[in-house]
């Protein structure tokens, strides 16, 4: 089992920067890819962002430029760094683990961006 807790959300202009992160704990041993999906009023959940333990790296097409993702070394944190935020950026951010026990979600930070 693996347990993910977020923080860093909140209220931010357009234009603004907020660091989202999400600490890791249980069998951070077993993680493959650490990441953040997102998901708006009315939309379907989607990847913004993941890393895998060899630090390769995707991006949302949206995102591309803006965000930044990171881990730490011992996988127990990862982190969305993100600048330049848009209205349309605003959502539940959600942490995300897949791991050989499995895959696992975090409980989700709100991120507004007032225009």
């Known amino acids: 089992q693996v347990h993910l807790v977020e923080s860093g959300g909140g209220l931010v202009q357009a234009g603004g920067s907020l660091r989202l992160s999400c600490a890791a704990s249980?069998?951070?041993?077993?993680?493959?890819?650490m990441g953040w999906h997102r998901q708006a009023p009315g939309k379907q959940r989607e990847l913004v962002a993941a890393i895998t333990v060899g630090r390769s790296i995707n991006y949302a097409d949206s995102v591309k430029g803006r965000f930044i993702i990171s881990r730490t070394t011992a996988k127990n944190a990862v982190y969305l760094q993100m600048n330049s935020l848009k209205p349309e950026d605003a959502a539940v951010y959600y942490c995300?683990?897949?791991?050989?026990?499995?895959?696992?979600w975090g409980q989700g930070t709100q991120v507004t961006v007032s225009s």
């Open positions: 995300n683990v897949n791991a050989t026990t499995g895959n696992y």
């Open positions: 249980g069998s951070i041993f077993s993680i493959n890819v």
